[in-house]
């Protein structure tokens, strides 16, 4: 492909112009598109900041696609943050774009296994609770009618909700029998891969290329043979500014009591889907009459030890208000009582897994049980791999510079513990595993430049890594209209938050919000950092949204997909909201008027990986508050300010009730780095009056 091709398809008069009625001509898009081409042809990195309205979805695709079908042996990844992403790219964007220019390439999505209905699961499940499978008002009926009309088998697709069933009945890698299975060639699992080998463009997520970056680079398979995903050499990377979060995510290693008693709970359990449990399944073809007996008390023993850990470390979390807690090095001589229970953890798992092997390797079990006997060895493996972590995390002389940290998490009132071990840095992983390897990567988003030629972001992820490299950056600021047609208000009195005004600071915030929002009318998206504080200013305000007949919508009432479907359908309606909400809201028209952004997002202090990587930061000299959490906070809050616009013709208000913008130092800074729009002086009092005569005057 050509600067010419590019130049026909996205210039004045070009293809998009003629054959897209709505297509609106934009510079910022042409030379994406054909910085994009450059990386193709020249083998190039490349991070782009695409602003809100720009098109980069078109710009990157137009040259992938084309790139596919000139070079039919190769193959493209574009993998996104978020699902609704990936969902709008295969299901809209690629469509239209072949539509409209006359293309053609197999495409296909890419997806975890998990994903997957497994229907060998499903049948066995059926099997067991053959009642419960014949009662329409039950979840097991309900699934197994989709499961008989469904082409994809996604869970995502099943129109209903589906609570602990699901992991009773999806597609599992470690104990699929592949080509074994009877349900092989209906498997909706291995259909979608054989799609996916076709297909010349694949539309992944990032957790998915991380899993197949890791599986190539342990088992050092290259990129030119199939892993997780089939060979491939060029990668787009969209909603890359999420890349280090969700690379963090994946790296970390963890041992968490609630998921060592599932598995346990498999081997153990009968119950609602299951009939009889895996030992009462197996136990007569044990080759010891004795052994399953000797399992089971290891099963009740490691149960125990499990427990005994947890209460130890919820003890440590009660002293420290059930906050995440960060070891250091200084600290192991205290661990001692953890690090003895932990390993009798460790040991009595060895112990359990070393019978289960004993039996599968000496089990007279028929063919017809081959499935139950596999996925027993499964259950067996993972419970010795969970306790792997915690061997490691004991092992203190080989501490290294990963962060070690204790978590707590809250499942139905009922509190876990989570042992962590996360790489202090993912620059060298994602260099090692990913970038280095590939012949093309294009990073790309609405935010990844701090004014700084994106070298906040290149150091969080390692690049550039190599000055011989090609590495191409640019920044094309929004087309939109901020000026004239978005106000920006932070007033200048409002009150920061301190262990000694929180009444003060949440009575402000209550009537502050609630005035803004009769002044727009509804039509708002209110943004906080805490879900208590969104919860206190909620339980305030309810009550006087009723009376005012205005609709008020909160995280949590109900799913993000359904949340963001009704609060965009009732034209003025309010959302409260907290971080997943900061980005991927796409709300354009008069369903969002105003973005009300309580605090500024800075990170907790107390969590123990920022915390870890500010200290790192600080003791090379440098300074974690401005050269990571400043950074980090001014990327999200960039992300926020970017809800309100989503078109041309939009108008609304941006409203900070985080005065440190205006008083700090830093608040600058931060201002810089969004789009220059009307930022009139503004006190607290005069907040309604600005709003209304901005919205409405002259209407």
């Known amino acids: 492909m050509t600067k010419n091709d590019i130049y026909e398809i996205f210039d004045k008069g070009g293809s998009l112009e003629k054959y897209f009625p709505s297509y609106e001509y934009r510079e910022g898009q042409l030379f994406m598109a054909d910085l994009v081409r450059e990386c193709y042809e020249t083998n190039a990195i490349a991070a ?18 084309y ?16 699902i609704n992403l990936q969902k709008q790219l295969y299901e809209k964007d690629i469509p239209m774009l072949f539509r409209l220019l ?3 390439c197999k495409t296909a999505l890419a997806v975890g296994r998990s994903n997957y209905l497994c229907i060998q699961r499903l049948v066995a499940v059926r099997n067991d609770v053959s009642l419960l499978a014949q009662d329409p008002q039950s979840e097991l009926y309900q699934l197994n009618e989709w499961a008989n009309s469904t082409d994809t088998g996604l869970r995502s697709d099943y129109p209903g909700k589906l609570g602990e069933l699901w992991s009773e009945v999806l597609c599992d890698g470690d104990l699929c029998n592949t080509h074994k299975c009877e349900y092989f060639h209906e498997c909706f699992y291995f259909k979608a891969k054989q799609k996916i080998k076709e297909a010349r463009i694949i539309v992944s997520n990032h957790h998915l290329l991380f899993t197949d970056a890791q599986s190539r680079h342990e088992s050092s398979i290259g990129f030119d043979e199939e892993a997780v995903l089939p060979s491939y050499n060029r990668l787009i990377i969209d909603e890359a500014h999420n890349i280090e979060q969700n690379a963090t995510s994946y790296f970390t290693a963890e041992y968490t009591a609630k998921e060592m008693l599932r598995q346990i709970s498999w081997i ?12 009462d399944q197996l136990g007569e073809f044990s080759p010891d009459p004795e052994l399953f007996d000797r399992i089971r008390d290891d099963i009740h023993l490691l149960s125990g030890e499990v427990g005994t850990l947890d209460q130890y470390l919820l003890g440590i979390f009660q002293k420290n208000d059930f906050q995440p807690v960060l070891i250091k090095a200084e600290q192991q001589s205290r661990l001692a009582e953890f690090a003895q229970q932990a390993t009798k953890v460790a040991q009595a798992s060895g112990r359990l897994a070393a019978k289960i092997g004993y039996f599968i390797e000496h089990t007279k079990a028929p063919e017809e049980f081959a499935t ?14 969970m306790s792997e972590v915690l061997t490691q995390f004991c092992n203190f002389s080989l501490w290294g510079d990963e962060i070690h940290w204790f978590n707590a998490e809250s499942f139905r009132n009922t ?21 280095k390897k590939l012949a093309t990567v294009v990073c790309t988003s609405a935010t990844l430049d701090l004014n700084d030629a994106f070298a906040f972001w290149g150091s969080r992820v390692g690049l550039p890594y190599d000055e011989n490299r090609p590495y191409l950056t640019a920044t094309y600021s929004s087309p939109f209209d901020y000026q004239n047609r978005l106000m920006l208000l932070t007033p200048m009195d409002a009150p920061m938050l301190a262990k000694d005004n929180e009444e003060e600071y ?9 005035s803004a929002i009769l002044s727009t009318g509804g039509g708002a998206l209110v943004l906080f950092t805490s879900y208590s504080m969104l919860q206190k200013v909620k339980e305030r305000l309810q009550p006087r949204f009723d009376k005012e007949g205005l609709t008020l919508f909160s995280q949590r009432d109900m799913d993000r997909y359904t949340l963001l479907n009704r609060f965009i359908a009732e034209k003025d309606s309010t959302l409260f909201a907290t971080s997943s909400f900061w980005e991927g809201v796409d709300a354009p028209g008069d369903t969002l008027r ?41 990327m999200k809050l960039k992300q926020g300010f970017g809800r309100l616009m989503r078109n041309t013709v939009d108008t609304g208000v941006v409203l900070i009730l985080d005065s440190r913008v205006i008083k700090k130092n830093y608040g600058q800074y931060m201002m810089r780095a969004l789009p220059e729009s009307f930022h009139p002086d503004t006190e607290t009092a005069g907040i309604c009056d600005k709003i209304e005569n901005f919205l409405y005057a002259g209407k």
Do not use: W
């Open 48 to 65: 782009i900041e695409a602003g809100t309205g720009i098109g980069k979805s078109f710009a990157y695709l137009v040259p992938a696609l």
């Open 67 to 82: 790139h596919a079908m000139q070079n039919p042996d190769e193959r493209t990844v574009i993998a996104t943050s978020t």
């Open 102 to 104: 006359n293309l053609s």
């Open 268 to 279: 153990q359990r009968s119950g609602r889907f299951a009939a009889k449990s895996l030992l």
């Open 372 to 385: 139950k006997v596999n996925e027993l060895m499964v259950r067996g493996t993972r419970i010795a791999q």
């Open 415 to 435: 509190r876990s513990v989570q042992v962590c071990i996360t790489p202090l840095s993912i620059a060298p992983i994602l260099v090692e595993a990913l970038f």
């Open 506 to 514: 949440v009575s402000y915030m209550c009537e502050t919000v609630f």
């Open 594 to 634: 105003m973005v009300v952004i309580v605090k500024l997002p800075f990170n907790v202090p107390t969590d123990p990986v920022f915390k870890a990587r500010c200290e790192a930061i600080d003791n090379s000299g440098g300074s974690g508050f401005y050269q990571l959490s400043l950074k980090e906070a001014t």
